[in-house]
């Protein structure tokens, strides 16, 4: 498999101590990686990397072999093809389930075209796809976002993040908020979305919740203490882990 995302030596610095400190891991194409580790262990920051939000101060970031593109055009356009589902799905709440589908084209679109879609919602045909692949009722397409259900709400999210066609995945701690039905859900369809040979990495609290995930990360104080196929975890790499925090 070819690697998609390489984190090379990757520093970002914190308050009192580095938010990560050193992290280097390569995510290959058709990969599903659950990203373990207790609160404030650098797991958020971490995803900021992978999707460019941040820059750290050291360390190298490569997209398909490329250096990552420090800004303008070339910079979007390795960004669009990283998709990321935050935990509180970011959905615009006015705006109808179309155009917040369609809002995943805006980086390739341009403005012109992305006016013309708030006045009358463009690409009918592939939203309604989209929904349909979600078990959504295409019906819905017109309906503000705010008329939706928790987990309509959460499908949306999910067929916007395919809308912009993606080959990498990002979740960060998407079923923490949700209960345990919603949750098991929520992460059975993101599996199933994560396809190869598109890669999902998904940051996660709950360590019941790794069935289906190929490859595991676990993250503490900002270093990375294994990086293993799920197969071989040991319940005491958990139990280490988790060590002295809260709930452990
Ligand atoms: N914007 C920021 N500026 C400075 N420090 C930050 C910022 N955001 C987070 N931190 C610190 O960076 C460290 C890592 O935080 P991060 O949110 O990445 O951890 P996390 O593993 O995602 O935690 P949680 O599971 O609680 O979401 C923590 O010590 C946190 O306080």
Same mark, same amino acid.
């Given at each position: 498999m070819s690697a998609l995302l390489k984190l090379q030596d990757i520093t970002v610095k914190g308050r009192s101590q580095p938010r990560l400190d050193r992290v280097s891991l390569q995510v290959d194409a058709g990969e599903r990686i659950a990203l373990l580790g207790p609160s404030g262990a650098g797991k958020s920051t971490l995803l900021a990397v992978a999707n460019g939000l941040l820059t750290p101060q050291q360390g190298r970031v490569f997209w398909q072999g490329e250096a990552r593109a420090r800004s303008g055009r070339a910079?979007?356009?390795?960004?669009?093809?990283?998709?990321? =589902?935050?935990q509180d799905l970011r959905l615009i709440e006015e705006l109808t389930v179309q155009q917040n589908l369609n809002a995943a084209r805006l980086a390739v679109w341009g403005w012109p075209r992305a006016l013309l879609n708030l006045l009358m919602p463009l690409e009918t045909k592939a939203c309604t796809t989209m929904?349909?692949? %979600?078990?959504? +009722?295409?019906?819905?397409? *017109?309906?503000? @976002?705010?008329?939706?259900?928790? /987990?309509?709400?959460?499908?949306?999210? =999910?067929?916007?993040?395919?809308?912009? &066609?993606? &080959?990498? %995945?990002?979740?960060?701690?998407?079923?923490?908020?949700?209960?345990?039905?919603?949750? /098991? #859900? =929520?992460?059975? =369809?993101?599996?199933? %979305?994560? *396809?190869?040979?598109?890669?999902?990495?998904?940051?996660?609290? !709950?360590?019941?919740? %790794?069935?289906?995930? +190929? !490859? @595991?990360?676990?993250?503490?104080?900002?270093?990375? @203490?294994?990086?293993?196929?799920?197969?071989?975890? #040991?319940?005491?790499?958990? #139990? #280490?882990?988790?060590? /002295?925090?809260?709930?452990?």
């Open positions: 910079r979007r356009r390795q960004q669009a093809r990283i998709g990321t =589902l935050w929904l349909q692949r %979600l078990d959504l +009722d295409p019906a819905l397409l *017109n309906q503000p @976002v705010s008329a939706l259900s928790g /987990g309509q709400r959460q499908r949306v999210a =999910l067929a916007r993040l395919l809308r912009q &066609e993606p &080959e990498l %995945l990002l979740a960060d701690e998407p079923v923490a908020s949700l209960d345990p039905r919603l949750a /098991g #859900e =929520l992460l059975t =369809l993101l599996l199933e %979305l994560a *396809n190869p040979p598109r890669a999902l990495l998904l940051s996660l609290h !709950r360590p019941d919740l %790794l069935a289906g995930f +190929d !490859r @595991v990360l676990g993250l503490r104080a900002g270093r990375l @203490v294994f990086d293993q196929p799920m197969a071989s975890l #040991e319940p005491g790499q958990l #139990e #280490e882990l988790y060590a /002295g925090t809260p709930g452990a």
